[in-house]
């Protein structure tokens, strides 16, 4: 490391010289890297082939890929797709190339935000992954299913990342608070248990987001002879979100009371429960998740509209933000509380995953295959608008004719659904 990289690397922020260098002191993303994981085992033996982390912003996918760099004997490029182009991509694959005949050393790409290139920029480097000319290793927070072309998602093995939990994020904080040549230790920094712990659950499962916050509380502190103490109230406006002014066995006792007084149809209590959470520091986005549940478990069909009430009111909400953001999400929770209820649908959904549980592996009704690319031709299969629109026709495999999932209710709209019976 020359001069000018040791200055870049004093100047980088907490999260970023605070990146772990070895898998053994990786945090988090415990079921990904459990030594007898397959994606450790692959790492360990230097066996990784192409590859994409998928997850939330903060949870570790640029670290995972440096520690993969720096465990192996390959050459490493590093790109990022905001800013790189089809160009860029040709030029890491004609040195990987020479790189392999030439001396059999091997070549990983490392393509930050992956789900930023275009149709045109994955195929440039196609051909290249196939033949493991490069190893591909994609990170990005968005899906790869749907951002992402299929030709390059299906070359390559998908590693979802999770949050991390707050006990993880908090390990994470102490760790920098300790570290002396990277972190924060050479600062005196006094900080309470309690403190950490509200930067860590506030953090929303971003690691990132948290070591942030924690060095712009050090660094915006006053010290003296007895260093500085980083409070509450510090803590709060470095991450930007107010401490809850409840207990944690409270807090979850108001959720609880909230949801039940959706189902017993109480609209008084089902808002003095959700006010009281938001205005004890609560996430606003909780109350509309668990309306959202709600709409579809305890209303469900006996009024279809509150699911798409409630789903707007989370939609607004994002946009607009507190306060008014508070408007439209009481009216949906007036709504889902004032609406008829029936759990036909949870209770159906339920009956369907013991069913698949008990008989996942009986065979499709011949003439409900794909009949696309059949050799032998069934042509018993009815289709429902030659009859009509409905024809009586055994649908279920032959284990399970007689189940029944769902049965409607006698409530609001539920109490006029028909199902067609079949004949015995």
């Not at 993303?29 to 085992?41: A, C, E, F, G, P």
């Not at 008014?324 to 959904?349: D, F, H, Q, W």
Request: glycine share 6%.
């Amino acid at each position: 490391m020359d001069l000018f990289d040791e200055k870049r690397r004093k100047s980088a922020p907490l999260a970023e010289r605070m990146r772990c260098v070895k898998l053994e002191d990786f945090i988090g993303q415990t079921h990904l890297i459990d030594k007898n994981s397959i994606l450790s085992r692959a790492i360990r033996a230097d066996r990784l082939g192409s590859c994409i982390f998928y997850g939330p912003p903060g949870t570790g996918k640029s670290t995972l890929a440096n520690i993969i760099a720096e465990s192996t004997g390959a050459r490493f490029k590093f790109l990022n797709a905001v800013s790189s182009g089809v160009s860029d991509a040709k030029n890491v694959v004609e040195e990987a190339k020479v790189e392999l005949s030439g001396f059999g050393r091997k070549t990983y790409l490392t393509l930050e935000e992956c789900h930023r290139w275009s149709k045109a920029q994955s195929d440039s480097i196609l051909s290249a992954v196939e033949k493991g000319e490069i190893i591909f290793i994609g990170t990005t927070t968005e899906n790869p299913y749907v951002s992402m072309t299929r030709a390059i998602v299906s070359r390559c093995r998908i590693f979802e990342f999770k949050e991390l939990t707050p006990l993880e994020i908090k390990n994470g904080l102490k760790r920098a608070l300790e570290n002396k040549e990277r972190g924060l230790g050479n600062y005196n920094i006094i900080i309470d248990d309690l403190v950490l712990q509200f930067i860590a659950e506030s953090a929303n499962g971003d690691m990132r987001t948290a070591l942030n916050a924690l060095e712009l509380a050090v660094l915006s502190s006053e010290f003296d002879d007895n260093g500085a103490k980083i409070t509450l109230d510090v803590a709060e406006q470095c991450i930007q979100k107010r401490a809850m002014s409840v207990n944690t066995d409270l807090y979850y006792n108001l959720i609880s009371a909230f949801c039940k007084s959706l189902r017993g149809s109480d609209p008084d209590a089902a808002l003095y429960y959700a006010m009281r959470i938001i205005e004890a520091g609560g996430d606003p986005l909780l109350i509309c998740r668990r309306l959202i549940v709600h709409s579809a478990e305890d209303v469900g069909l006996a009024d279809p509209r509150a699911l798409t009430i409630a789903v707007s009111a989370m939609q607004a909400f994002e946009k607009i933000g507190l306060p008014e953001g508070r408007i439209p999400l009481t009216e949906a929770i007036i709504y889902v509380a004032l609406a008829p209820k029936s759990n036909s649908v949870v209770t159906a959904l339920y009956s369907a995953v013991e069913s698949v549980k008990d008989a996942n592996d009986v065979a499709v009704p011949s003439y409900l295959c794909d009949q696309s690319y059949s050799i032998t031709k069934n042509n018993k299969y009815k289709y429902p608008h030659d009859y009509g629109g409905y024809v009586e026709q055994q649908y279920l495999p032959d284990k399970l004719k007689d189940k029944v999932f769902y049965k409607p209710s006698t409530n609001g709209y539920e109490s006029h659904i028909v199902i067609l019976k079949k004949k015995k």
